[in-house]
């Protein structure tokens, strides 16, 4: 997962063009309070307290529920741009991998994203063979879907 969120944070969705890699990190900037003092809007419903803060996790101040376990605290002010990168790409890992979503409606009827209808509904697999790496299964269904 760590891998999928490096990569998303360093796409062209965040403004990343191949080659800039040498560039400061830009979720860097925001981490060190740069662009998050706690004074904006979302930070206001978490007791306003900047990244630069709750990364530490030792500030009094952090609210127990908001506060990092030892394993996922960075001293932001003295980090590096690749530690501060590191520690977010490690903090929005672990909260991705705890997400549970409903498999089922109260009628108990399978929920399905519109993925899983697309597949379904052009006779793709659904999931990868016993032996297939995530990369293998997703150039099957690739191969499946340019073949139509």
Known sequence: MEDLVAATFTGRNYGWLPG???????ISRVSYGGGEDGSGVI??????????????GGNPDIPDELRLPPEFRA???????????????KVVSAYVNQLLFSQQDDAGNLIRSPFDV??????LPQQPDPNDSAIDYSRRLLQLVTAR
């Open 118 to 123: 697309f597949l379904q509904i052009n006779g």
């Open 20 to 26: 800039e890699k040498r560039r400061p990190l830009p």
């Open 43 to 56: 930070a206001q419903q978490f007791d306003g307290l900047p990244y630069r803060i709750l990364f530490t």
């Open 75 to 89: 001293f932001i002010g003295s980090a590096t741009d690749q530690e501060v990168f590191d520690a977010v790409v």
